[in-house]
Antibody, heavy 120, light 113 residues
């Protein structure tokens, strides 16, 4: 059974940094691209960033480019999102998501999410 | 970026009746080389992550009840719940995965009338 679990969320001041982690089990982690998707309170879904299975290719939404860094450690079956220069508008539940196929962006598996609150 | 627009924003339907949600993309998401529409539908209940219902515009995921069906092509798509059940109360999102960045519609809230 595929399982994804996020951690690392919390309260951070504007301009601060935070690193999210996503542990994975139940599939061959290194062969799947992974993504982060966020949802602001009471709002819709927004793709944040994606990474290839090898980690060699990374992709970002314009809203996070230059501030967020996605990475993975395939030896630990873990996905990361390093967030810096955080803004109030980054406040959201952050989900990690696995696609149905080896790559692509139709996500068949999601974690439960971790809440990031950016506030002074 | 491809803009996805859903209608209506909310929908109240009686139990057992049909619910239809529309989704329009700002450009075609039909890939000519494989003749597939890169369109997914998700269901999200309060406090839960989204659940993938349909990929490729019309391919239902395993375990999804057959009262859920997807249709359409190129720029216009629909999600139909043929006979609304109480457990179908949720917000539904369409999403294109034709190009990066993948983008979502704003969501349609389905309630019981």
């Amino acid at each position: 059974e595929v399982q994804l679990w996020e951690s690392g969320g919390g309260l951070v001041q504007p301009g601060g940094s935070l690193r999210l982690s996503c542990g994975a089990s139940g599939f061959t982690f290194s062969t799947y691209a992974m993504s982060w998707v966020r949802q602001a309170p009471g709002k819709g879904l927004e793709w944040v960033s994606g990474i290839s299975g090898s980690g060699g290719s990374t992709y970002y939404a314009d809203s996070t480019k230059g501030r967020f860094t996605i990475s993975r450690d395939n030896s630990k079956n873990t996905l990361y999102l390093q967030m810096s220069s955080l803004r109030a508008e980054d406040t959201a539940v952050y989900y990690c998501a696995k696609p149905r196929g080896r790559d692509g962006y139709n996500w068949g598996n999601w974690g439960q999410g971790t809440l990031v609150t950016v506030s002074s | 970026d491809i803009v996805m627009t859903q209608s209506p924003n909310s929908l109240a339907v009686s139990l057992g009746e049909r619910a239809t949600i529309n989704c329009k993309s700002s450009q075609s998401i039909l890939y000519s080389s494989d003749n597939k529409n890169y369109l997914a539908w998700y269901q999200q209940k309060p406090g839960q992550p989204p659940k993938l219902l349909i990929s490729w515009a019309s391919a239902r995921e395993s375990g999804v009840p057959d009262r859920f069906s997807g249709g359409g092509s190129r720029t216009e798509f629909t999600l139909t719940i043929s006979s609304l059940q109480a457990e179908d109360v949720a917000v539904y999102y369409c999403q294109q995965y034709y190009v990066t960045p993948p983008t979502f519609g704003q969501g349609t809230k389905v309630e019981i009338k």
